[in-house]
């Protein structure tokens, strides 16, 4: 899918052009010319060479003097893809005067793909946890999977709050999850449970089952039974991301999900008070050890009542990346408590930059970690 065409005109006028001409000779535009300039093109996020990087999808020479770079970037939330096309225009341009260079952009989300034994075909799987409740966690669940659609990205949200399933709360979703019979590949019938679909996403929860009144007493294996059914027998269709807002606190649901499948990572919300960093760190540290990598921490209620910067200084502190903050607002909450979580990202809504910044952040942090380590094949258990 090419998403975002960007032309630029080589001026040969330019001051870094005349320097570069008057030390060397135009070069022959040639695609293996042009291959060995782009080698040194950094991409702006990651810092490290497209060519490197694989990012750099093809190279063609429409007409004699004419490049056409396509790029492929590894998330559709990528921030300010114009840098790279920037970077490129200006580096062809040190080395092909008067030619005239476009970049073209495709996005291939690069994943762990790592749900192959349970049948889930979802790329990324991604954890939003919290050392307590009431911190946002659900909101910020609900804004990254939603978020991350905005950017054309396909998504699915699966609730694991089983103690207080909010998220069809949240997103106005309603409706009982229909079971229906379908074939393996193989053709032996099968029980898959459709998910709700709701503003374009498809969510799963225990909501959808329990009245709303009513109390859940779980125990271990109960629990461990429910998500791993959850994540196995709901038909997600395939998926860039699987966004799982995780119960406050406890490490039962993480260490379910981290002996199910290989996590793109977790999220950690929390919001600036001393008291409420206390709980973060534990957090932090949970997911560390049931070997979850921690993508990063989000600052939540932002503000003058909780203050600001807490979060991020204690990222700082622990190694973990800063993925942004999300003020306190009034809208938001009422926002949430209608049922309306959608129109937090309408354009005319204060928080949609913070919750955009949170949705870019996260995504570029999974595939930083996916960049830069070498991709493992994923274990099919039979
Ligand atoms: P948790 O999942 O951590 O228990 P929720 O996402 O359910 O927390 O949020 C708790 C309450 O705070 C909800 O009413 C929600 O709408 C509200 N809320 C969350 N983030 C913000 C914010 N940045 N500003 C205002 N209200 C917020």
Not at 321 to 332: A, H, N, T, V
């Amino acid at each position: 899918m090419i998403d975002a065409l960007a032309h630029f005109e080589v001026r040969p006028d330019s001051p870094a052009l005349s320097e570069r001409q008057s030390s060397m000779s135009e070069a022959q535009l040639t695609e293996a010319a042009v291959r060995e300039v782009l080698n040194g093109v950094r991409d702006p996020e990651i810092g490290r060479g497209l060519v490197e990087l694989k990012m750099i999808d093809s190279v063609a020479l429409p007409g004699p003097q004419a490049v056409r770079v396509q790029v492929a970037l590894p998330t559709h939330a990528y921030p300010g893809r114009e840098r790279i096309a920037g970077a490129i225009q200006q580096a062809l341009a040190a080395r092909f005067p008067g030619a005239q260079a476009e970049t073209a952009f495709v996005v291939r989300t690069q994943g762990k793909d790592s749900g192959g034994g349970l049948g889930l075909r979802a790329k990324n799987v991604v954890a939003v946890g919290s050392g307590k409740g009431g911190v946002g966690k659900s909101t910020v669940a609900a804004s990254l999977a939603f978020g991350l659609q905005t950017y054309g990205a396909k998504v699915g949200l699966m609730d694991a709050d089983v103690y207080g399933p909010s998220i069809p709360h949240m997103l106005g979703a309603h409706g009982q999850p229909q079971v229906v019979e379908q074939q393996t590949a193989a053709g032996q019938p099968v029980r898959r449970i459709l998910p709700i679909e709701c503003s374009g996403l498809k969510v799963m929860s225990m909501g959808f089952f329990v009245p709303a009144d009513e109390a859940v007493v779980w125990r271990g294996p109960m629990l461990h039974g429910a998500i791993t059914q959850f994540l196995r027998d709901t038909d997600w269709g395939e998926l860039d991301y699987l966004i799982i807002d995780l119960p406050p606190g406890t490490g039962d649901v993480s260490l379910t999900l981290s002996q199910l499948l290989g996590l793109a990572g977790a999220v950690v919300v929390c919001t600036p008070q001393q008291v409420a960093l206390l709980d973060a760190v534990k957090a932090v540290a949970m997911f560390r050890k049931v070997k979850i990598p921690v993508l990063g921490m989000v600052e939540n209620m932002t503000g003058e009542i909780f203050g600001r910067g807490g979060v991020q200084k204690k990222a700082g502190e622990l190694g973990v990346p800063f993925l942004g903050e999300i003020p306190i607002d009034s809208q938001l909450r009422i926002n949430g408590d209608e049922g309306k979580l959608a129109d937090n990202f309408a354009e005319s809504n204060p928080s949609r930059p913070y919750l955009q910044h949170v949705c870019e952040q996260t995504a570029m942090q999974i595939a930083k970690q996916l960049l830069s380590e070498p991709r493992m094949p994923t274990l099919e258990i039979l």
